[in-house]
Protein backbone atom coordinates (compact mmCIF):
# COMPACT_ATOMS: atom_id res chain seq x y z
CA UNK A 1 0.00 0.00 0.00
CA UNK A 2 2.96 2.50 1.05
CA UNK A 3 4.27 1.80 -2.68
CA UNK A 4 0.91 2.05 -4.22
CA UNK A 5 0.40 5.43 -2.12
CA UNK A 6 3.99 6.65 -3.27
CA UNK A 7 3.93 6.00 -6.91
CA UNK A 8 2.01 9.44 -7.77
CA UNK A 9 4.64 11.63 -6.14
CA UNK A 10 7.69 9.81 -7.69
CA UNK A 11 5.81 10.01 -11.12
CA UNK A 12 4.94 13.97 -10.84
CA UNK A 13 8.69 13.95 -9.77
CA UNK A 14 9.77 12.18 -12.58
CA UNK A 15 7.80 14.65 -14.58
CA UNK A 16 9.19 17.81 -13.36
CA UNK A 17 12.48 16.21 -14.21
CA UNK A 18 12.16 15.56 -17.45
CA UNK A 19 10.47 19.53 -18.02
CA UNK A 20 13.86 20.75 -17.36
CA UNK A 21 15.69 18.51 -19.54
CA UNK A 22 17.19 20.61 -22.49
CA UNK A 23 14.58 19.61 -24.70
CA UNK A 24 11.50 20.39 -22.48
CA UNK A 25 12.96 23.52 -21.31
CA UNK A 26 13.51 24.90 -24.81
CA UNK A 27 10.19 23.80 -25.66
CA UNK A 28 8.86 25.93 -23.17
CA UNK A 29 10.42 28.94 -23.47
CA UNK A 30 8.97 28.28 -27.35
CA UNK A 31 5.75 28.44 -25.72
CA UNK A 32 5.63 31.12 -23.16
CA UNK A 33 6.44 33.16 -26.55
CA UNK A 34 2.78 32.33 -28.07
CA UNK A 35 4.14 30.59 -30.79
CA UNK A 36 0.03 30.98 -32.63
CA UNK A 37 -0.04 34.34 -32.25
CA UNK A 38 3.26 35.14 -33.43
CA UNK A 39 2.92 33.64 -35.99
CA UNK A 40 -0.44 35.62 -37.57
CA UNK A 41 1.97 38.89 -36.64
CA UNK A 42 5.01 37.53 -38.84
CA UNK A 43 2.28 36.79 -41.80
CA UNK A 44 0.60 40.25 -41.54
CA UNK A 45 3.31 42.11 -40.97
CA UNK A 46 5.27 40.39 -44.30
CA UNK A 47 1.85 41.29 -45.86
CA UNK A 48 2.44 45.08 -44.87
CA UNK A 49 6.19 44.84 -46.06
CA UNK A 50 5.05 43.30 -49.57
CA UNK A 51 2.59 45.85 -49.87
CA UNK A 52 4.22 48.95 -49.32
CA UNK A 53 5.90 50.64 -51.81
CA UNK A 54 9.05 50.98 -53.01
CA UNK A 55 11.81 48.30 -52.65
CA UNK A 56 13.92 46.61 -49.82
CA UNK A 57 16.37 44.14 -50.21
CA UNK A 58 15.84 40.52 -49.12
CA UNK A 59 18.55 40.94 -46.02
CA UNK A 60 16.61 43.41 -44.53
CA UNK A 61 12.90 42.41 -45.51
CA UNK A 62 14.26 38.79 -43.31
CA UNK A 63 16.04 40.71 -40.34
CA UNK A 64 12.74 43.24 -39.92
CA UNK A 65 10.20 39.95 -40.00
CA UNK A 66 12.41 38.39 -37.11
CA UNK A 67 12.59 41.37 -35.32
CA UNK A 68 8.63 42.11 -35.55
CA UNK A 69 8.48 38.08 -34.81
CA UNK A 70 10.62 38.26 -31.65
CA UNK A 71 9.13 41.70 -30.23
CA UNK A 72 5.98 39.92 -30.29
CA UNK A 73 7.30 36.79 -28.31
CA UNK A 74 8.68 39.81 -25.74
CA UNK A 75 5.12 40.64 -25.67
CA UNK A 76 3.73 37.47 -25.41
CA UNK A 77 6.43 36.34 -22.49
CA UNK A 78 6.15 39.66 -20.38
CA UNK A 79 2.49 38.58 -20.65
CA UNK A 80 2.71 35.75 -19.29
CA UNK A 81 5.14 36.76 -16.48
CA UNK A 82 2.49 39.63 -15.61
CA UNK A 83 -0.86 37.12 -15.54
CA UNK A 84 0.78 34.23 -13.81
CA UNK A 85 -1.99 34.42 -10.63
CA UNK A 86 -5.28 34.73 -13.42
CA UNK A 87 -3.41 31.65 -15.32
CA UNK A 88 -3.14 29.45 -12.29
CA UNK A 89 -7.44 30.10 -12.34
CA UNK A 90 -8.23 29.61 -16.18
CA UNK A 91 -8.39 26.36 -17.72
CA UNK A 92 -7.39 27.46 -20.81
CA UNK A 93 -3.81 28.40 -19.94
CA UNK A 94 -3.25 26.88 -16.24
CA UNK A 95 -0.73 24.47 -18.42
CA UNK A 96 1.42 27.17 -19.63
CA UNK A 97 4.83 26.75 -18.73
CA UNK A 98 4.59 29.51 -15.46
CA UNK A 99 1.17 28.33 -13.61
CA UNK A 100 2.30 24.67 -14.37
CA UNK A 101 5.61 24.89 -12.25
CA UNK A 102 7.82 24.43 -15.29
CA UNK A 103 9.55 27.64 -15.74
CA UNK A 104 9.70 30.26 -12.65
CA UNK A 105 8.64 33.71 -13.38
CA UNK A 106 11.45 35.46 -13.52
CA UNK A 107 12.68 32.91 -16.55
CA UNK A 108 10.07 34.64 -18.39
CA UNK A 109 10.44 38.43 -17.48
CA UNK A 110 14.20 38.48 -17.91
CA UNK A 111 13.68 36.51 -21.42
CA UNK A 112 10.86 38.71 -22.56
CA UNK A 113 12.72 42.22 -21.89
CA UNK A 114 16.05 40.34 -23.47
CA UNK A 115 14.13 40.00 -26.51
CA UNK A 116 12.16 43.35 -26.46
CA UNK A 117 15.34 45.33 -26.41
CA UNK A 118 17.25 42.37 -28.41
CA UNK A 119 14.74 43.26 -31.87
CA UNK A 120 14.37 47.08 -31.26
CA UNK A 121 17.81 47.48 -30.95
CA UNK A 122 18.37 45.51 -34.35
CA UNK A 123 15.52 46.77 -35.83
CA UNK A 124 16.85 50.68 -35.72
CA UNK A 125 20.10 49.46 -36.43
CA UNK A 126 19.42 47.29 -39.59
CA UNK A 127 16.47 48.23 -40.69
CA UNK A 128 15.21 52.09 -39.87
CA UNK A 129 14.37 54.17 -36.89
CA UNK A 130 10.94 54.41 -37.75
CA UNK A 131 10.29 50.68 -37.97
CA UNK A 132 11.95 50.12 -35.00
CA UNK A 133 9.72 53.19 -32.86
CA UNK A 134 6.56 51.27 -33.89
CA UNK A 135 8.26 48.43 -32.82
CA UNK A 136 8.89 49.35 -29.10
CA UNK A 137 5.48 51.40 -29.17
CA UNK A 138 3.85 47.81 -29.84
CA UNK A 139 5.87 45.85 -26.94
CA UNK A 140 4.94 48.90 -24.66
CA UNK A 141 1.28 49.55 -25.87
CA UNK A 142 0.40 45.97 -25.12
CA UNK A 143 2.40 45.30 -21.80
CA UNK A 144 1.82 48.24 -20.08
CA UNK A 145 -1.41 49.28 -21.56
CA UNK A 146 -3.26 46.25 -22.39
CA UNK A 147 -1.52 43.59 -20.12
CA UNK A 148 -1.56 46.01 -17.23
CA UNK A 149 -4.12 48.62 -17.22
CA UNK A 150 -7.00 47.79 -19.28
CA UNK A 151 -7.21 43.77 -18.93
CA UNK A 152 -8.43 43.68 -15.50
CA UNK A 153 -10.27 46.87 -15.24
CA UNK A 154 -12.38 47.50 -18.77
CA UNK A 155 -15.06 45.25 -20.75
CA UNK A 156 -13.76 47.25 -23.65
CA UNK A 157 -9.90 45.74 -23.19
CA UNK A 158 -9.99 44.21 -26.51
CA UNK A 159 -11.34 46.98 -28.27
CA UNK A 160 -8.42 49.41 -27.37
CA UNK A 161 -6.22 46.91 -26.52
CA UNK A 162 -6.46 45.28 -29.52
CA UNK A 163 -4.43 47.93 -31.15
CA UNK A 164 -1.45 46.15 -30.24
CA UNK A 165 -2.09 43.63 -32.47
CA UNK A 166 -2.90 45.52 -35.45
CA UNK A 167 0.48 47.17 -35.27
CA UNK A 168 2.86 44.37 -37.07
CA UNK A 169 1.71 45.59 -40.76
CA UNK A 170 2.64 48.65 -40.38
CA UNK A 171 5.78 47.98 -38.77
CA UNK A 172 6.37 45.79 -42.48
CA UNK A 173 5.58 48.75 -43.89
CA UNK A 174 7.73 51.11 -42.48
CA UNK A 175 10.46 49.04 -42.80
CA UNK A 176 10.51 49.28 -46.78
CA UNK A 177 8.91 52.99 -46.60
CA UNK A 178 10.33 54.50 -43.27
CA UNK A 179 6.43 55.86 -42.90
CA UNK A 180 3.59 54.15 -42.14
CA UNK A 181 0.97 55.16 -45.10
CA UNK A 182 -2.13 54.94 -46.00
CA UNK A 183 -1.76 51.60 -47.13
CA UNK A 184 -0.36 50.75 -44.08
CA UNK A 185 -3.11 52.32 -41.62
CA UNK A 186 -5.59 50.14 -44.02
CA UNK A 187 -3.65 47.17 -42.91
CA UNK A 188 -4.17 48.33 -39.41
CA UNK A 189 -7.30 49.01 -39.16
CA UNK A 190 -8.80 45.52 -40.76
CA UNK A 191 -7.04 43.82 -37.51
CA UNK A 192 -7.61 46.80 -35.14
CA UNK A 193 -11.59 46.19 -36.17
CA UNK A 194 -11.43 42.36 -36.48
CA UNK A 195 -10.09 42.09 -33.05
CA UNK A 196 -13.58 42.16 -30.90
CA UNK A 197 -15.70 40.03 -32.75
CA UNK A 198 -12.94 37.24 -33.01
CA UNK A 199 -11.63 37.63 -28.67
CA UNK A 200 -15.54 38.14 -27.79
CA UNK A 201 -16.36 35.05 -29.80
CA UNK A 202 -13.86 33.21 -27.97
CA UNK A 203 -14.69 34.87 -24.71
CA UNK A 204 -18.27 33.69 -25.40
CA UNK A 205 -17.69 29.78 -24.77
CA UNK A 206 -14.67 30.29 -22.28
CA UNK A 207 -16.74 32.90 -20.30
CA UNK A 208 -16.79 30.52 -17.19
CA UNK A 209 -12.78 30.93 -16.76
CA UNK A 210 -12.85 34.62 -17.16
CA UNK A 211 -15.36 34.95 -14.50
CA UNK A 212 -13.26 32.75 -12.67
CA UNK A 213 -10.24 34.60 -13.40
CA UNK A 214 -12.14 38.27 -12.33
CA UNK A 215 -11.51 39.44 -16.34
CA UNK A 216 -14.38 41.66 -16.77
CA UNK A 217 -14.73 40.44 -20.14
CA UNK A 218 -17.63 41.35 -22.21
CA UNK A 219 -19.62 38.29 -21.44
CA UNK A 220 -18.66 38.49 -17.83
CA UNK A 221 -19.90 42.13 -17.17
CA UNK A 222 -22.58 42.85 -19.66
CA UNK A 223 -23.90 39.66 -20.77
CA UNK A 224 -24.30 37.28 -23.70
CA UNK A 225 -26.73 38.92 -25.83
CA UNK A 226 -24.97 42.91 -25.52
CA UNK A 227 -21.90 40.51 -26.47
CA UNK A 228 -23.37 39.31 -29.45
CA UNK A 229 -25.11 42.73 -30.66
CA UNK A 230 -21.24 44.34 -30.12
CA UNK A 231 -19.81 42.06 -32.15
CA UNK A 232 -22.53 42.21 -35.17
CA UNK A 233 -21.79 46.15 -34.71
CA UNK A 234 -18.04 45.45 -35.05
CA UNK A 235 -18.72 43.32 -37.99
CA UNK A 236 -20.79 45.41 -40.02
CA UNK A 237 -18.01 47.89 -40.07
CA UNK A 238 -15.22 45.32 -40.70
CA UNK A 239 -16.65 44.31 -43.47
CA UNK A 240 -16.86 47.94 -45.64
CA UNK A 241 -12.76 48.79 -44.41
CA UNK A 242 -11.72 45.37 -45.71
CA UNK A 243 -12.22 47.32 -49.09
CA UNK A 244 -9.85 49.91 -48.53
CA UNK A 245 -7.05 48.36 -50.15
CA UNK A 246 -8.58 47.77 -53.01
CA UNK A 247 -9.91 51.75 -52.99
CA UNK A 248 -6.47 52.70 -52.59
CA UNK A 249 -5.11 51.34 -55.53
CA UNK A 250 -2.71 48.71 -53.41
CA UNK A 251 -4.52 45.61 -53.97
CA UNK A 252 -7.05 44.48 -57.17
CA UNK A 253 -10.13 42.71 -58.61
CA UNK A 254 -9.05 39.24 -56.95
CA UNK A 255 -8.85 40.45 -53.34
CA UNK A 256 -12.09 42.68 -53.51
CA UNK A 257 -13.48 39.40 -54.42
CA UNK A 258 -12.86 37.33 -51.47
CA UNK A 259 -12.60 40.40 -49.38
CA UNK A 260 -16.52 40.28 -50.34
CA UNK A 261 -16.75 36.64 -49.65
CA UNK A 262 -15.34 36.44 -47.11
CA UNK A 263 -16.76 39.14 -45.59
CA UNK A 264 -20.24 37.74 -46.25
CA UNK A 265 -19.46 34.72 -44.26
CA UNK A 266 -18.52 36.34 -41.58
CA UNK A 267 -21.74 38.26 -41.25
CA UNK A 268 -23.70 34.68 -41.49
CA UNK A 269 -22.02 33.19 -38.77
CA UNK A 270 -22.20 36.49 -36.89
CA UNK A 271 -25.97 36.68 -37.82
CA UNK A 272 -26.54 32.98 -36.39
CA UNK A 273 -25.06 33.38 -33.42
CA UNK A 274 -27.03 36.32 -32.47
CA UNK A 275 -30.36 34.73 -33.75
CA UNK A 276 -29.68 31.58 -31.59
CA UNK A 277 -30.25 31.60 -27.35
CA UNK A 278 -27.14 30.13 -26.40
CA UNK A 279 -23.66 29.90 -27.55
CA UNK A 280 -23.27 27.07 -29.34
CA UNK A 281 -21.98 29.21 -32.64
CA UNK A 282 -19.69 31.12 -31.13
CA UNK A 283 -16.62 28.39 -31.03
CA UNK A 284 -17.47 28.17 -34.71
CA UNK A 285 -17.27 32.01 -35.34
CA UNK A 286 -14.02 32.36 -33.20
CA UNK A 287 -12.49 29.69 -35.46
CA UNK A 288 -13.52 31.11 -38.60
CA UNK A 289 -12.24 34.26 -37.17
CA UNK A 290 -8.63 33.07 -37.52
CA UNK A 291 -9.43 31.26 -40.81
CA UNK A 292 -10.49 34.57 -42.13
CA UNK A 293 -7.81 37.19 -41.29
CA UNK A 294 -5.49 34.47 -42.73
CA UNK A 295 -7.24 34.22 -45.93
CA UNK A 296 -8.03 38.23 -46.31
CA UNK A 297 -4.03 38.91 -46.10
CA UNK A 298 -3.36 35.96 -48.15
CA UNK A 299 -5.77 37.33 -51.08
CA UNK A 300 -3.57 39.89 -50.83
CA UNK A 301 -0.35 38.53 -51.32
CA UNK A 302 -1.77 36.21 -54.56
CA UNK A 303 -3.32 39.84 -55.75
CA UNK A 304 -0.02 41.62 -55.55
CA UNK A 305 1.84 38.78 -57.21
CA UNK A 306 -0.11 37.92 -59.81
CA UNK A 307 -2.03 40.50 -60.64
CA UNK A 308 -2.64 44.40 -61.75
CA UNK A 309 -4.27 46.36 -59.70
CA UNK A 310 -7.68 47.38 -60.51
CA UNK A 311 -7.28 51.72 -59.92
Known sequence: MQQIANEPVTRAKGQ??????????????ALILKPRVMSLVVFTA?????????????RTAFIAIV????????????????????DHVMKRTMNRPIPAGRMAPKEALIFGLALAFGSVGIMAWLVNIQASALLAITILYYVFIYTMWLKRRTPQNIVIGGAAGAFPPMIGWAA?????GVGGIALFAIIFLWTPPHSWALALFRRGDYEAAGVPMMPVVAGERETKRQILIYTAILLPITLAPLLLGISGALYGAAAVGLGFEFARRGWALWREDGVTSAKPLFLYSILYLFLIFAALIIDKSFFFPVL
Do not use: H, K
Request: aromatic residues 10%.
Open 46 to 58: FVGLLLAPGAIDS
Open 16 to 29: QRAAREPRFLLQDY
Open 67 to 86: CIALGAGASGAINMWYDEDI
Open 176 to 180: VTGDV
